[in-house]
């Protein structure tokens, strides 16, 4: 493996991925500027980008479709009693009673099948031709979707979708930031920030991208959306950078580029090994509960019709042994005459007559009823494609059936799933309350300056004229603590200021409970969480207004425009770490650096993770808050802070960074890196934010 390999040659193999444990991927198709360090564990060689969703070609549909459908348990019957009649030298009826109906049967799936194929083939090949923009040479130059290998770096523009899994290599933002829409993969529609690699984010031109010389290590293709590490090897001036690569570095295929105007990415995943490809794995024939349930009851009919002519046949045969004849002739009469002739006992002769049997009452199992439900299917599945209540008028779309085979398990529940996200709610956040201190506020008391009306509570009777407020104003003690915890809340997150072209229709979580004042109506968020957007907006509205970062190659600075001391003063705070949430440690955690210049590590998260690792502050008294927020069914978060030295920074620094340049088991290790250092805290408070129910989600839920 130490020899230099070309970039044709790493095709040659056709090896699958699932025999290696890691894959390095030479960035631009160049040959690897680190040979030395492959072994044969290394994938060097990969798949196509061709896509395939279809199950058959010209050739093998008329193989493989017949031998579907004749593995179910009713055609295959049939195909043994259409045999059975061709056979019998006198079948009692004629051949085509049981041929014509099967075959109409076997035609008509043939023909719904091969047309839901070709829709297939139609839906790739519109993939597989897809425009796309490729650097070759230092140049970039048109191709198509399928012409991408693995190493090519590829121009993505806004509104495109990634035509593969891509490791971001730069954008047309300095920060090296952009957003992306998952809809095709999870369904969300809010925009999630991704980030291109430190180490190569300022390769921003076709020339220096021409330039650049790095090798990308990664894990081997798997399914999971959730995961991906890496780690990215750039060569300059002989020198080697090393740099990790997480979630937040990779765009997955299917997904689209917005509020960016371009980026460009390192093919790592392609065709079959993407993750969305993963995720879509093409199986068999399925079949629906009635027709599961319907091979049960066939088998049972079946059952009975071996018992009929089994005894039919018996009865018939059964007066040659009644009787016994010293001479015979087929002209022998019995001795009463509507026996008729003495039969004659030959195993031939049983046999032929088993099967006439078999055939007479072979209707026994209607084979008209399949024949109704392939009809059924098929033109349901057409009405469902007709339907106007499940057209989509914005994207132009009508419903698409890529499968007629279970139209009527539409409506069938046996499981119903619940969540606390926008399946159930509205997704409009609202502010309701805080436990600070261990004093509870309404939004009102948190205001700071007078109005008559609060989108947090959207009461436009509420006032802050009130005698508790007047108090907090009063006492100097708790206006700190409120501002420590206004603070806390709007540094610890990460929402982003929306650029002024972002409002396309879809700019994260859009929290239609909140109504900002004439000096915030200008400001908008995007969000991964309505929570957090919530809680932004809510700060904004109190005195501590998040407006940006500014990012540079060094640190993040969190820009806060504090303005609860009654003059406005720009407060910038340094973000050295972001400790993303996670739903085994159930909180998230920033790492920052005040003005004043204390590091505080900053956590929010759900009360059962955050209290039990708090040693100081309002323990007793906010959990309290918190069971009583919940059970009028308020969202509750509990905010905590903790100083740190130089020294804990130092070391906390020294195991990220080595825990970063893990592939194997990275999520593992961070976590463990993640848990040294989030302990020991002082509890500030807690949120309660109100999340509404859909209309009718009651009696919805009472009717299922």
């Known amino acids: 493996m130490g020899s230099k390999r070309g970039w044709k040659d790493r095709f040659s193999s056709k090896k699958s991925a699932k025999w290696f444990q890691n894959r390095v991927v030479p960035v631009a198709g160049k040959d690897f500027p680190f040979t030395q360090q492959l072994d044969e564990d290394m994938q060097v060689s990969f798949c196509t980008n061709h896509i395939k969703s279809s199950k058959y070609n010209i050739l093998t549909f008329w193989v493989i479709n017949p031998y579907e459908q004749f593995r179910r348990v009713a ?11 061709l056979s019998l030298p006198e079948p009692p009826v004629s051949p085509f009673t049981s041929v014509a109906p099967l075959v109409f049967v076997v035609v008509t799936t043939m023909i719904k099948q091969g047309y839901e194929d070709f829709c297939r083939h139609r839906s790739d090949n519109a993939i597989n031709k897809a425009a796309v923009s490729i650097l070759k040479d230092g140049k970039v130059v048109a191709g198509t979707s399928e012409d991408i290998k693995v190493g090519d770096i590829v121009k993505v523009r806004k509104g495109e979708q990634f035509p593969c899994d891509l490791v971001l290599i730069s954008t047309s933002l300095p920060n090296g930031k952009c957003f992306v829409m998952t809809a095709n993969l999870d369904g969300e529609t809010n925009l999630k920030p991704l980030s291109a690699s430190k180490e190569t984010r300022d390769c921003t031109t076709p020339e220096l991208l021409a330039n650049l010389q790095a090798q990308i290590e990664c894990q081997n293709p798997n399914p999971d959306l959730h995961s991906f590490n890496g780690r990215i090897k750039v060569k300059k001036l002989n020198e080697l950078i090393p740099g990790s690569l997480g979630l937040d570095n990779i765009a997955l295929r299917g997904t689209q580029l917005r509020n960016t105007e371009h980026v460009y990415g390192c093919a790592v995943y392609t065709g079959r090994d993407t993750k969305m490809s993963q995720n879509s794995k093409l199986g068999g024939n399925k079949f629906s509960t009635v027709e599961k349930t319907m091979n049960k009851i066939l088998l049972v009919y079946i059952g009975i019709l071996l018992f009929e002519v089994i005894l039919c046949t018996s009865m018939k045969y059964s007066i040659g042994l009644l009787h016994e004849y ?5 002209e022998t009469f019995a001795n009463h005459w509507y026996l008729g002739y003495f039969i004659q006992i030959e195993p031939l002769l049983v046999l032929q007559e088993f099967f006439s049997f078999l055939v007479i009452f072979n209707n026994i199992v209607p084979i008209s009823l399949y024949v109704t439900l392939e009809v059924q299917k098929f033109v349901g599945s057409l009405f469902l494609v007709w339907d106007r209540d499940l057209y989509d008028p914005e994207t132009d779309e009508p419903a698409k059936c890529n499968s007629s085979d279970l139209n009527e398990e539409l409506g069938q529940i046996e499981i119903l799933f619940s969540d606390k996200t926008g399946t159930l709610t509205e997704n409009i956040m609202i502010f309701k309350e805080a436990s600070i201190g261990g004093i509870q506020y309404d939004a009102g008391a948190l205001m700071k300056t007078n109005t008559t009306f609060s989108s947090f509570t959207n009461d436009t009777k509420t006032t802050i004229n009130d005698s508790g407020y007047e108090e907090t104003l009063r006492n100097p003690q708790e206006e700190i603590h409120i501002s420590e915890f206004l603070t806390a809340l709007s540094v610890c997150h990460t929402v982003q200021v ?18 900002p004042d004439n000096d915030n109506e200008n400001l908008e968020y995007n969000a991964s969480s309505p929570d957090e957007k919530a809680l932004v907006e809510a700060c904004a509205m109190f005195g501590m207004k998040f407006i940006g970062e500014e990012e540079d190659e060094q640190n993040i600075k969190c820009k806060i425009m504090e303005s609860r001391s009654g003059d406005q003063a720009l407060k910038l705070y340094e973000k050295l770490y972001v400790l993303e949430f996670d739903s085994t440690r159930k909180r998230m955690s920033v790492i920052v650096r005040y003005p004043c210049g204390k590091i505080m590590l900053v956590t929010k998260g759900a009360e059962t993770s955050v209290l039990p690792k708090c040693i100081r502050g309002p323990i007793k008294d906010s959990n309290k808050h918190i069971d009583q927020y919940a059970l009028v069914g308020l969202r509750t978060l509990a905010i905590a802070v903790k100083e ?8 906390f620094e020294s195991e990220f960074d080595s825990a970063q340049q893990a592939i194997e088991g990275r999520e593992e290790k961070i976590r463990l890196v993640y848990e040294m250092i989030e302990r020991d805290y002082t509890l500030l408070g807690a949120t309660a934010v109100e999340d509404k129910l859909q209309e009718s989600v009651k009696e919805t839920l009472v009717n299922l």
């Open 644 to 651: 740190l030295s130089s020294n804990d920074l130092e070391n």
């Open 75 to 85: 055609n295959f019957y049939f195909l043994i009693v259409a045999i059975v009649q």
């Open 326 to 330: 010293e001479t015979f002739s087929e």
């Open 498 to 515: 929306a650029s002024d072209e972002s409002s396309n229709g879809v700019n994260g979580y859009d929290n239609n409970g909140y109504v």
